[in-house]
Nanobody
Framework: QVQLVESGGGLVQPGGSLRLSCAAA????????IGWFRQAPGKEREGVSC????????YYEDSVKGRVTISRDNAKNNVYLQMNSLKPEDTAVYYC??????????????????WGQGTQVTVSS
């Protein structure tokens, strides 16, 4: 299990932007894939995006494509989720997750075993 801590959530108006951060308590993020998920009230958790730990490939769910960018800073053991053009339907608790993974994520994200506690994102005017 890897300890993960999310930050950066908050209240933002529709059309606004937020950058979420995920800090991982590991000596190195090399070969750890990181994923972002979200869960809105009354709904099941859904995937948002993930990034490979080996080739920096990325994957985005259709609901966020073109509005969200995932990136990683291995020197800081951080992964970021830049969210632009936010909509009220993006309101949810956002979680990051990680798992050792040695391949591409271009075709989809791996199954994750370690999860953070989440950070609330509220998009409202």
């Amino acid at each position: 299990q890897v300890q993960l801590v999310e930050s950066g959530g908050g209240l933002v108006q529709p059309g606004g932007s937020l950058r979420l951060s995920c800090a991982a308590a590991v000596s190195t993020l090399d070969y750890y894939a990181i994923g972002w998920f979200r869960q809105a009230p009354g709904k099941e958790r859904e995937g948002v995006s993930c990034i490979s730990g080996s080739d920096d490939s990325t994957y985005y769910e259709d609901s966020v494509k073109g509005r969200v960018t995932i990136s990683r800073d291995n020197a800081k053991n951080n992964v970021y989720l830049q969210m632009n053009s936010l909509k009220p339907e993006d309101t949810a608790v956002y979680y990051c997750a990680t798992e050792q993974h040695f391949g591409t994520v271009v075709f989809g994200c791996p199954v994750f075993g370690s999860w953070g506690q989440g950070t609330q994102v509220t998009v409202s005017s």
